[in-house]
């Protein structure tokens, strides 16, 4: 390390010490926070937190994006509520929108047009809380994604992974209540679907239905009792599930890439004070502007061309928004006539299915995904080390599988809007989708596993032989070959700084004293499982393994560069001056 | 009144736009084209009698028509996949002709159950023609008159009622396939209904009349006339009324808008996400005094 | 983040930080605690975080200078946008009449671009900032198990029993059972106290079995309310049409229906109606007379999840519903021929009054709309 780096530390790094920051540096700030930490005492928490170290990737501030835009939601909704009236109330619009001029509809309808034409900035703010709304919850699955894909949902962080499918679903449950509210017909028609869906219930369905309409569908109890579930209920819930989904994010610390100096053991990256709540703090304004210029220049949900609901109207491209899409398409790919009469009571299969059986399953698969994984692998220790996909294809394979399944379902539900955009015919597609639900994940896992094998296997190519340089050259018997040259010693780390996987034997399900297991049947599954995960895996290469080929290598690049001392191959590149994965030096 | 009002504003305001000289030459070009037409003397004796029309209506029909609906118009009884390639045409009436023709739709390029809009083949006379020799095959609806179908006779305030009730029409019964924005939906076995934008309200009119294709009719014993023209009338209002929230991206509905707030929201802020955790540049200088 | 719960105190805790370039904690050390991961650096050994390398702007002045006014001007713009934004507001009408931008909405496109703009520019200013100009040396944490030390969690467990043993709640299962028997019994006043969310005579749901249509009544136009003369039917025609006590009249003397009331019997008894050839028609058993020349009336509300349909194919005869794609063959007792519904739309039996226009001969005999757990057995009460 160069004496040019170590740099005097106490002027930074005080904080994140045993004492306190404030006690040695009376200031305006110090002197501030003196005052509060005798009143509330904060100086013992903040003195870990103000310092704490996060690192930085572009992937983990996927989680962010959802956090922000739900602040947004929560701006903008506190405005919409200044002018919006959920009732279902029958009144006749005379507000400044001419087409719908004379024209009866419920008090909600009536508010919502109000606040989109006779309110400056209403419109903005309806667009942007809707845009909000379907980002919030495209960001709290990609951020999904990102946690799984990189095994970020393994040992100690599986309840905060089953807290965030939480608010998945809280979120989704968000938005329909929400875009119900207006009472337009797109909505309507949304609504009355769900009393189809509440009515397929079996035995209390009915009930159901008649409880949450007051009565019979449509009454006039509906749209109140969805906006007090919109703007209390739910973001309650998600309020106290974000603030909890945070802590042990706090608690936990951030998980990181692997790299050199970066362990299980540690945390490196950007204390909170000043970079990290710089960066958070200027995404947030980030987040908000793109919000603000989408809902400015994108329409969403014209209501004033949907007119009031009408429960004899309907508009062709009734789709529910994206979050509800998938599964709208299970419902659309459901074939005829999959009803029975069961001692005289009808049992809808073909609603029961797509809507009451396979969400609510897949959300427990889901929520469940890292305890079976947990499982199979016996895995009890802690991980803060992230993986790449590729290092972990079984389950890299799964997750893609899940999406293929719900892509498909997703693009079942925008059959109409795929069939006049792309002159297909919606029977075709709905045959096609019948059948790629089931065939599309197996395929999916199948290519997904085998690629990400092939690049293990491409790793251990370049940790064992080199990259690729694409320098040709020609031995003086005429023979062309590519000269592969050893990538950097941090990237060779790198690409090292994983466990090998361990698949479990059949007799490992002993205790101390050497009794087989009581439940061996269910470990056998296990191993079988364990062997499924692992087996096909590419593990790192041995210590001698990777001496032997960096031998081989250094006789090859010897005999090729037609010196007669021993070469690292270096020569021919400027490797030796900086790391491939760095970025380009400008001189100044 | 207000929609009066409005439009008669954003004239104004235009008037004074980029655009506006180019405008002001094409209908000098158009004004001076008309006026000749109209006083050249081969204009004189073009005013072509009932029975001459029906007699060049009918070599045209021969010429062009004929394969598939027969010589006398009759229809040929070839039925494929549950359509009738070539119906009658006794009693489908002139409205149907300079619908089918005058939107390009007829003559079709091959038979079958969707004809879409193309290039009008025949110039009006020709279609003026057609139409006239196929209703003399049988009665039927006739071309409809500029003022069946516009509201430009009414008061302000009648005006206004006709477009609200005439969108309550539209939302009623032909939302279900054409859309909410009159953007077109997806019927079965690869059918479409289309979009009607930019659709003259001559051939709205024509259509909802004769019932084209797979389109059921809206005869006058079903819409009156008013209604149609109170439909019309809508469809023209939201052709004019400003995109209050933005573009529209194209009046699709939730799907379109779920695309949108994948690819320009999370692909926007992706981006912003990779720039902000991404390495600043690095010097080959050193910090001398840290 | 302020009540974050202090993690346990143990020997890592409060270790200063660290920063780049200084030893990195090694995997090797032997004292590690069993929960966490054992990721060993081999068969490469670690090297360490690399060097710290410097910014152009922590090296040069001028760099630095630069990167500040450009922070500055951000900020200044976004001032500007504030500014600008509320120009926007007070300057384009909306309501009666909206001032345009290129066909769109002038009030709408406008604010949201300055407020977007003030918003993305305080964003980008930020960060543009943190990444130049504040110190970007990394950090280095210690990470600690998320479990407690194990004195702790014995002192807790510890705690727990002696909690439990004092209160006695081992020794006494009468109580205990007792008292959990009490919270349980707590769940009933719960349940019933929603029961009230569809009061007494609503939540009859044997009312599903019926809609408003009664033998004689009249179909009209939906919208506008005019009974329709079966004569002025054509072939072809589609009319999407309502029972008339919907559109009550002094001449029709229907009672005045109000609210919820209105609006449900509109959602049950909403029917299309379709002229197609008389030969075409295959009548079911018992329908043949459920005709008027061709005239054949269904409920309008699909047997799926109940969208109203009405996409007419008249060639065909099917009839397409836009959300869920179930399709019904008209012509044959609108049996489903594609998609998911699994009944056919029930058909309203007509008739022609002497004044011939087009009315029902009865109900609906079966329930119309989405199935329910008790439809079969309405069906059965119906044909009874």
Redesign the interface.
């Given at each position: 390390?160069?004496s040019?780096?170590?740099?005097?530390?106490s002027k930074?790094?005080?904080t994140?010490?045993?004492t306190a920051a404030t006690a040695s540096k009376p200031g305006r700030a110090g002197s501030l926070a003196s005052w509060a930490d005798e009143r509330l005492g904060?100086g013992?928490?903040?003195k870990?937190?103000l310092?704490?170290?996060f690192p930085?990737?572009?992937?983990?501030?996927?989680g962010?994006?959802a956090l922000w835009s739900f602040v947004v939601l929560l701006l903008t909704g506190v405005f919409l509520t200044l002018w919006f009236n959920p009732s279902?109330?029958?009144v006749t619009y005379e507000g400044?929108y001419?087409?719908?001029?004379?024209?009866g509809m419920s008090e909600s309808m009536a508010s919502t047009l109000h606040i989109?034409?006779?309110v400056?900035?209403g419109?903005?703010m309806r667009?942007?809380h809707h845009?909000a709304a379907?980002?919030f919850i495209?960001?709290m699955m990609?951020h999904l994604l990102r946690v799984y894909f990189t095994g970020a949902h393994r040992k100690?962080r599986e309840l905060n992974w089953v807290i965030g499918c939480l608010l998945l679903l809280l979120g989704t449950l968000e938005g329909f209540t929400g875009y119900s509210l207006p009472d337009d017909?797109?909505s309507g028609?949304g609504v009355?679907?769900a009393?189809?869906?509440l009515?397929?219930?079996?035995?209390?369905?009915?009930?159901m239905?008649?409880?949450?309409?007051?009565?019979?569908?449509?009454?006039?109890?509906v749209i109140p009792r969805l906006y007090i579930i919109h703007v209390l209920l739910i973001p309650g819930i998600l309020l106290a599930l974000i603030a909890a989904h945070?802590?042990l994010l706090?608690?936990?610390?951030h998980t990181q890439w692997?790299g050199?100096?970066?362990?299980?053991?540690?945390?490196?990256?950007?204390?909170m004070l000043?970079?990290y709540a710089?960066?958070a703090?200027?995404?947030?304004?980030?987040?908000?502007?793109?919000?603000?210029?989408?809902?400015?220049?994108?329409?969403?949900?014209?209501v004033?061309?949907?007119?009031p609901y009408?429960?004899?109207?309907?508009?062709?491209?009734?789709?529910?928004?994206?979050y509800m899409?998938w599964p709208?398409g299970l419902?659309?790919?459901?074939?005829?006539?999959?009803?029975t009469?069961l001692f005289?009571?009808?049992?809808?299969w073909?609603?029961m299915i797509p809507i009451l059986i396979v969400p609510p399953l897949m959300l427990v698969l889901l929520m469940l995904l890292p305890f079976i994984e947990g499982w199979i692998t016996g895995d009890?220790?802690?991980?803060?080390?992230l993986q790449r996909p590729r290092n972990a294809p079984t389950r890299t394979a799964v997750m893609v599988a899940l999406m293929t399944f719900y892509g498909l379902a997703w693009a079942a539900g925008?059959?109409?809007?795929i069939?006049?955009k792309l002159?297909?015919?919606?029977?075709?597609i709905?045959y096609f989708m019948r059948v790629a639900i089931f065939l599309g994940p197996v395929l999916a896992f199948w290519i997904t596993r085998r690629w990400c094998i092939s690049l293990q296997r491409h790793d251990n190519e370049k940790l064992l032989h080199g990259y690729e340089t694409g320098i040709i050259t020609r031995s003086p018997d005429g023979q062309y070959s590519e000269r592969h040259l050893p990538i950097s010693?941090?990237a060779?780390?790198t690409l090292?700084?994983?466990?090998r996987d361990e698949v479990l034997s059949v007799d490992g399900g002993r205790d101390a004293a050497g009794v087989p297991a009581p439940n061996s049947r269910s470990e056998k599954v296990r191993a079988k499982l364990s062997s499924w995960m692992f087996s096909h895996n590419v593990q790192?290469?041995?210590?001698?393994?990777?001496e032997e080929a960096h031998h081989h290598a250094q006789h090859e690049a010897e005999l090729q560069s037609g010196l007669d001392q021993p070469v690292d191959g270096h020569q021919f590149d400027d490797h030796r001056q900086r790391d491939a994965d760095?970025?380009p030096?400008?001189?100044? | 009144m207000r929609l009066l009002n409005r439009t008669a504003g954003r004239l104004s305001r235009h008037r004074r736009g980029p655009l506006a000289g180019l405008v002001v030459l094409l209908m000098g070009l158009l004004l001076s084209g008309s006026l000749y037409a109209a006083f050249s003397p081969a204009q004189a004796d073009t005013q072509p009698s009932e029975t001459e029309q029906v007699a060049k209506g009918k070599e045209l029909f021969l010429a062009s028509c004929s394969f598939c609906h027969g010589k006398n118009g009759e229809g040929i009884p070839t039925v494929r996949e549950g359509y009738q390639v070539g119906p009658s045409l006794v009693g489908v009436g002139a409205a149907a002709v300079d619908f089918q023709v005058g939107t390009g739709r007829m003559p079709m390029v091959r038979p079958s159950q969707q004809a879409p809009r193309k290039p009008v083949v025949f110039s009006q006379e020709e279609i003026d023609a057609l139409a006239a020799y196929v209703a003399s095959l049988g009665p039927g609806p006739a071309i409809p008159d500029e003022s069946d179908y516009s509201i430009e006779g009414l008061s302000e305030e009648e005006r206004e009622e006709a477009i609200s009730r005439g969108g309550q029409i539209f939302l009623t019964n032909c939302t279900a396939c054409h859309n909410f924005n009159g953007a077109g939906g997806a019927m079965p076995r690869g059918g479409y209904a289309p979009d009607l934008h930019d659709v003259d309200g001559r051939y709205i009119y024509e259509a909802l009349l004769t019932g084209p294709q797979q389109m059921p009719n809206f005869s006058n014993g079903n819409l009156t006339p008013e209604e149609k023209r109170d439909v019309i009338a809508y469809l023209y209002s939201i052709r004019e009324t400003p995109e209050y929230a933005g573009f529209s991206l194209g009046g699709l509905g939730p799907v379109s808008e779920g695309l949108y707030a994948w690819i320009v929201g999370i692909g926007g802020l992706v981006v912003a996400a990779v720039w902000i955790a991404s390495h600043t540049t690095r010097s080959k200088k050193t910090k001398v005094n840290a | 983040m302020t009540n974050q719960t202090p993690p346990p105190d143990n020997a890592d805790d409060g270790t200063p930080a660290e920063y780049a370039g200084s030893t990195a904690a090694t995997t090797s050390s032997a004292a590690i605690d069993p929960h966490v991961s054992t990721h060993r650096a081999e068969p490469i050994p670690d090297p360490g975080l690399p060097e710290h390398t410097w910014r152009p702007t922590d090296v040069d002045p001028r760099a630095e200078k630069r990167a500040e006014r450009q922070v500055a001007a951000m900020f200044g713009a976004a001032m500007l946008c504030s500014v600008l934004f509320v120009v926007a507001y007070f300057t384009f009408d909306i309501g009666d009449n909206w001032d345009t931008v290129a066909g769109l909405g002038a009030s709408t496109v406008t604010l949201g671009l300055t407020l977007g703009m003030a918003l993305l520019l305080i964003g980008i200013g930020i960060i543009h900032w943190a990444r130049k100009l504040m110190s970007d040396h990394e950090l280095v944490e210690m990470r600690h198990p998320a479990a407690s030390p194990p004195e702790d969690r014995e002192a807790t467990v510890a705690a727990l029993n002696a909690g439990l043993d004092e209160s006695g709640i081992g020794r006494r299962p009468l109580i205990r059972n007792t008292m959990i028997g009490a919270v349980g019994f707590l769940g009933l006043p719960a349940v019933v106290a929603l029961r009230d969310l569809a009061p007494g005579d609503v939540l009859d749901i044997d009312r599903l079995a019926h809609t408003i249509w009664e033998p004689g009544m009249r179909l009209v136009r939906d919208v506008v309310g005019t009974p329709i003369l079966a004569s002025e039917m054509e072939m072809g025609d589609l009319i999407n049409a309502a029972p008339e006590a919907l559109f009550p009249s002094e001449e029709n003397g229907y009672p005045e229906l109000h609210g919820v009331e209105e609006q449900v019997e509109k959602a049950k008894g909403a029917i299309i109606i379709v002229r197609m050839n008389p030969d075409d028609i295959t009548p079911a058993e018992g329908r043949e007379k459920w005709t008027v020349d061709g005239i054949i009336c269904y409920s309008k509300i699909c047997t799926h999840v109940g969208c109203p349909i009405s996409l007419y194919e008249r060639t065909t005869h099917h009839v397409l519903c836009p959300c869920h794609q179930s399709t019904f063959d008209l012509a044959d007792s609108a049996k489903v021929v594609f998609g998911p519904a699994a009944r056919p739309l029930p058909q309203l039996p007509l008739a022609v009054d002497e004044e011939g226009y087009l009315v029902a001969q009865s109900d609906f005999t079966e329930p119309i709309g989405a199935s329910y757990w008790e439809r079969e057995k309405h069906e059965q009460q119906l044909q009874d």
């Open positions: 390390m160069s040019s780096s170590r740099i005097d530390t930074v790094a005080t994140n010490g045993t904060l013992t928490a903040m870990k937190n310092r704490k170290v930085d990737h572009w992937s983990f501030m996927l962010e994006i279902m109330g029958h400044s001419d087409q719908l001029r004379g024209i989109s034409f006779d400056r900035g419109l903005l667009q942007m845009w379907m980002i495209a960001s990609v100690p017909l797109l028609t009355r679907a009393d189809g869906f009515k397929a219930t079996p035995v209390v369905g009915t009930y239905s008649f409880m949450l309409f007051g009565g019979e569908f449509p009454g006039e109890a945070m802590l706090v608690y936990h610390k692997p050199p100096g970066r362990t299980e053991q540690n945390v490196v990256g950007f204390p000043p970079v710089a960066k703090g200027g995404f947030f304004f980030m987040v908000f502007g793109v919000i603000a210029i989408m809902g400015g220049l994108l329409t969403i949900n014209p004033w061309k949907f007119g009408d429960p004899t109207k309907v508009t062709a491209g009734s789709q529910p928004d994206w899409g709208d419902l659309r790919i459901i074939p005829s006539n999959w009803e009469v005289g009571y009808t049992i809808s073909n609603v009890k220790r802690e991980h803060h080390l925008g059959n109409d809007i069939a006049i002159d297909l015919s919606i029977n075709q709905t010693g941090t060779a780390y090292t700084a994983r466990d790192k290469p041995t210590a001698g393994e990777l760095q970025v030096l400008r001189d100044h | - | -």
